[in-house]
Nanobody, 117 residues
Framework: QVQLVESGGGLVQAGGSLRLSCAAS???????????MGWFRQAPGKQRDLVAV???????NYADSVKGRFTISRDNAKNTVYLQMNSLKPEDTAVYYC????????WGQGTQVTVSL
């Protein structure tokens, strides 16, 4: 059973920064290494959207709304994926989740990010 545990969210003022972490564990070793991993977010009343992806080879891709402000990275040895979020805006407020790009694994509980004016 694969578990994804997100952490690092919080309340921050607009323009601030946060670094999210996602630790993967379970019956499949090196989940982060073998999968394209993504960070998703879901705002109240909206669908869950993919905002950043890192491939197994390390290439990255971002939604237009976060391009230039967010950076996805991973540590294969720790089976962990990170999301550095800078220049945060109120519209970035959401619950953030990580998963394989395809959303294949069971979803974790997410981590709440709230950006105030």
């Amino acid at each position: 059973q694969v578990q994804l545990v997100e952490s690092g969210g919080g309340l921050v003022q607009a323009g601030g920064s946060l670094r999210l972490s996602c630790a993967a564990s379970g019956s499949i070793v090196n989940i982060v290494n073998i999968n394209a991993m993504g960070w998703f977010r879901q705002a109240p009343g909206k669908q869950r959207d993919l905002v950043a992806v890192i491939s197994g080879r390390g290439s990255t891709n971002y939604a237009d709304s976060v391009k230039g402000r967010f950076t996805i990275s991973r540590d294969n040895a720790k089976n962990t994926v990170y999301l550095q979020m800078n220049s945060l805006k109120p519209e970035d407020t959401a619950v953030y989740y990580c998963n394989a790009e395809t959303g294949y694994y069971p979803w974790g509980q997410g981590t709440q990010v709230t950006v105030s004016l």
